[in-house]
């Protein structure tokens, strides 16, 4: 089976591209299932319902999340319910939602999906990845030979050393949040597909998806600045691999890159204004 994975959705634009190009890209590449990281779907930050389900209208199957998973404190009941978005499985037992998921494709093969958040650069009270990693392995069916692990981490060496440790017990690891893509892609020695970041989907004419004048205003000037959700070079991030469904392991990995149009405004009703974005100071 062959399964696509997307960066970070940064807001409208990101939200745009994915409408716009997905369907096609599915098409093309004969996916069988979409996971896109959508923590910051929200103005930049943050997920709500509403966009959580229209994501999923545009053709994404599961949703992962990361450091701005509770951004927006109205998708708690939504963790709660529904099996098409999980949260990192290292946060707080008491932290609300799933921290795995197993879901049946439409061509009837189950796959588990499941987060991890790193630790290293992270202002997050989280537990341990690794031993997060093993009880939710723990917990999976036998059966359930395609297992996917999206790693939100800052540190490339956080990332990788869990890559490794997953090793022969996930078929596809990838990383998420720092919105750049790494040219680190490869099956690992025990059949697990591996990618350091796959990105974003958003703006790259940005510093991360936020508008380079008013990053450098703040890194220029230590002046605080909002950091709005930028709007030019607008691109659909991630990677796709491809399994066995008899033994789980990955077979073959590429990086994906999906030019979008650029769009005009940043935002829109669904993000409830810019008032959650990050600031500067």
């Known amino acids: 089976m062959r399964i696509l994975a997307l960066g970070d959705v940064v807001g409208r634009p990101g939200r745009q591209v994915i409408h716009d190009r997905l369907p096609e890209l599915v098409r093309e590449q004969r996916i069988d299932l979409v996971i896109a990281n959508a923590e910051n779907i929200a103005g930049g930050s943050g997920i709500t319902p509403n966009l959580f389900h229209k994501l999923r209208s545009y053709g994404v199957d599961v949703c992962t999340l990361g450091d701005h998973a509770f951004r927006k404190s109205e998708i708690g009941p939504t963790l709660s319910t529904s099996e098409r978005i999980v949260r990192p499985a290292n946060m707080p037992a008491s932290s609300p939602g799933r921290t795995y998921t197993v879901i049946t494709t439409n061509n009837n093969i189950q796959v588990a999906v499941f987060g991890l958040m790193g630790r290293i650069f992270m202002n ?63 099956v690992l020695g025990g059949g697990t597909g591996y990618i350091s970041d796959i990105g974003m989907c958003g703006p790259y004419d940005s510093v991360l998806g936020r508008r380079k004048d008013r990053v450098l205003q703040y890194m220029t000037s230590a002046q605080p600045a909002p950091f709005d959700v930028a709007t030019g070079d607008v691109r659909m991030c991630g990677a796709i691999a491809e399994i066995d469904t008899v033994t789980g392991r990955a077979v073959s990995i590429e990086r994906v890159e999906v030019q979008g149009a650029n769009v005009e405004q940043a935002y829109d009703a669904d993000d409830r204004g810019a008032g959650n974005h990050h600031s500067g100071g």
Do not use: I
Not at 133 to 147: E, F, G
Not at 152 to 160: I, L, M, N, R, Y
């Open 124 to 186: 997050l009270p989280c537990d341990d990845p690794f031993a997060a990693a093993d009880k939710v392995l723990t917990q999976l069916p036998s059966s359930v030979k395609v297992r996917v692990c999206d790693v939100h981490a800052e540190a490339t060496s956080e990332k990788v050393a869990l890559g490794h440790y997953l090793d022969g017990r996930a078929s596809f690891v990838f990383g998420t949040h720092t919105h750049v893509p790494t040219a680190d892609a490869r």
